[in-house]
């Protein structure tokens, strides 16, 4: 079972869209709304890739 949520853009950067789509998805997996967040970003400062901990033990 996985114990991290992770999302990247189809593209080599997410969009706003993708952002809501990974959003959406923690919330479905009973992410709780104040579980620390963590993005890698491009040079660019662009958010290449998202991920949130399933379970409190995993931040």
Same mark, same amino acid.
């Given at each position: 079972?996985?114990? !991290?949520?992770?999302? !990247?853009? $189809?593209?080599?950067?997410? !969009?706003? =869209?993708?952002? $809501?789509?990974?959003?959406? =998805?923690?919330?479905? $997996?009973?992410?709780?709304? =104040?579980?620390?967040?963590? $993005?890698?970003? +491009?040079?660019?400062?662009?958010?290449?890739?998202?991920?949130?901990?399933? +379970?409190?033990?995993? =931040?």
């Amino acid at each position: 079972m996985p114990t !991290t949520l992770r999302a !990247t853009g $189809a593209a080599k950067d997410m !969009t706003l =869209d993708e952002i $809501a789509q990974f959003v959406e =998805d923690a919330r479905k $997996a009973g992410v709780p709304g =104040d579980r620390h967040v963590r $993005a890698e970003l +491009s040079m660019s400062g662009k958010i290449k890739e998202l991920a949130v901990a399933l +379970s409190p033990d995993g =931040d």
